[in-house]
């Protein structure tokens, strides 16, 4: 932030305005923080945001080297041509973050591949991050109006991890339910044509004897920061408490409804290479233990910081081998305040600490606007007793065994029986809601 304030104190001596203020990082930036640390500064009234503010985040992706990079196991430290810095953090899990958190994702070199494997690239990009615009070049050229003109769209920049989840979850419930529309007037369309041709089959006999012919022919802003990172190839930390707080109401609103809005060229895309996604729903928390020997060791990655070292996956088929990432929130039973978040890409998987369900936060550290306290009682379950405690894990890949995943995943929740033990160890109630109370009470619509 000082360095914005001091361009911006520099003009104003200088008598000169900026339209727009374009950051160039390196290629192991990490836009998450630089998101966060706007979010931080709105929630906190810091003066400069009153001058800027952070409008577009811009990812370029090196397509001849995504691939491999996304394959990779090695850490960022060994790798210098993408930047100083980094460390010991896979570089599949920078690339994904970079990615993810873009509104406009630039696929550069594309002259290096053939037509096949841009198409393939495109459909990827937009299966990992479908609020964002995927955009092709050679050479690093684009029209600037594309990136920075006043019909140029960014969503992404403008949400928390929370919010991007919800679109993501979005995304993937409207995916699915296109393809079941299809799906369903395929059929009608079957059904038609079986009647035409049984129609005709028997017109003709009808008519025996006599020529019969028929003739078908009847029928962006001032001052606004922007961010463009990644630039030699190409979620999450985040605090239910904090970050719930700290996000804007367009940013919540719009992360919740995006999907809707899927692009029909990235869409067709995807389904050509097969890909699709799908949404893993619970009410109940997992067995951490069967988590880990039922689930976590089919993960065919060589960083799972769930396992301890020398414990090795197992061997065999693993219904996970087609999944390109995962991602989402999890409730885990020996932790009830805790909200976990998921994260697999590549070689890559973790489960971290995303703070605490926004259920066990005490009401008046809630945000005050209306449409964000909505947001959030959105994800409670009115009909149960937990709040916003769920699993809700996005799976995105290449045709995948959506059953036997889910019956993987499902093995190791809590059974009947555990599910009396955990609510007799955590029976201190969580703060008391009005707003989820009032929920709660609204009769439910019969079901026909």
């Not at 460390?87 to 920078?94: E, S």
């Not at 920075?148 to 928390?160: C, E, M, P, R, S």
């Not at 405690?389 to 065994?401: N, P, W």
């Amino acid at each position: 932030m000082a360095s914005f304030a001091n361009l911006l104190e520099l003009s104003d001596k200088r008598g000169t305005s900026y339209d727009r203020i374009i950051l160039e990082n390196s290629g192991v930036a990490e836009p998450q923080n630089i998101r966060d640390q706007f979010n931080d500064a709105i929630a906190e009234g810091h003066p400069l945001m009153q001058r800027c503010h952070l409008d577009t985040l811009i990812t370029v992706v090196d397509s001849g080297t995504f691939i491999n990079d996304y394959s990779s196991r090695a850490p960022l430290m060994s790798r210098p041509d993408l930047g100083e810095g980094g460390g010991l953090r896979p570089v599949v899990d920078l690339l994904v973050e970079q990615i993810e958190v873009a509104d406009y994702i630039v696929l550069n070199k594309i002259d290096l591949l053939d037509t096949a494997t841009v198409e393939s690239l495109t459909a990827i990009m937009a299966s990992l991050n479908p609020l964002a615009q995927v955009v092709s070049c050679e050479h690093g050229k684009i029209p600037a109006d594309m990136l920075f003109g006043k019909d140029a769209q960014a969503l992404v920049a403008h949400l928390n991890t929370e919010g991007q989840h919800r679109g993501a979850v979005a995304a993937a419930h409207s995916l699915r339910a296109e393809a079941a529309q299809e799906a369903e007037e395929g059929k009608e369309e079957a059904g038609h044509a079986h009647k035409r041709e049984h129609h005709e089959h028997g017109h003709e006999h009808g008519h025996d004897g006599h020529e019969h012919k028929h003739d078908h022919a009847h029928g962006h802003h001032d001052h606004g920061a922007k961010h463009d990172h990644g630039a030699k190839h190409d979620e999450h930390g985040h605090d239910h408490h904090d970050h719930g707080a700290k996000h804007d109401e367009h940013g919540h609103d719009h992360g919740h409804k995006h999907g809707h809005k899927h692009d029909r060229q990235t869409t067709t895309a995807a389904k050509r290479f097969g890909i699709t996604s799908f949404v893993y729903a619970r009410r109940l928390p997992f067995h951490p233990q069967r988590l880990k020997d039922l689930v976590l060791k089919w993960m065919p990655v060589s960083h799972n910081k769930t396992l301890e070292q020398g414990q090795e996956p197992e061997l065999g088929d693993s219904p996970i081998k087609t999944v390109l990432r995962s991602k989402g929130f999890m409730w885990v039973a020996n932790s009830h305040t805790t909200a976990f978040y998921w994260s697999h890409a590549g070689q890559y998987f973790e489960i971290r600490d995303e703070g605490e369900w926004w259920s066990a936060v005490a009401d008046d550290m809630w945000p005050e606007a209306r449409p964000q306290r909505d947001v959030i009682l959105a994800d409670f379950d009115a009909e149960g007793e937990w709040g916003d405690r769920r699993q809700e894990i996005v799976f995105i890949g290449a045709s995948m065994d959506e059953a036997a995943i889910t019956a993987q995943l499902d093995s190791a929740l809590l059974t009947e029986e555990e599910m009396s033990d955990y609510r007799a160890n955590f029976d201190e109630p969580d703060p008391v809601h009005p707003d989820a109370l009032k929920l709660a009470a609204v009769p439910k619509k019969a079901k026909h």
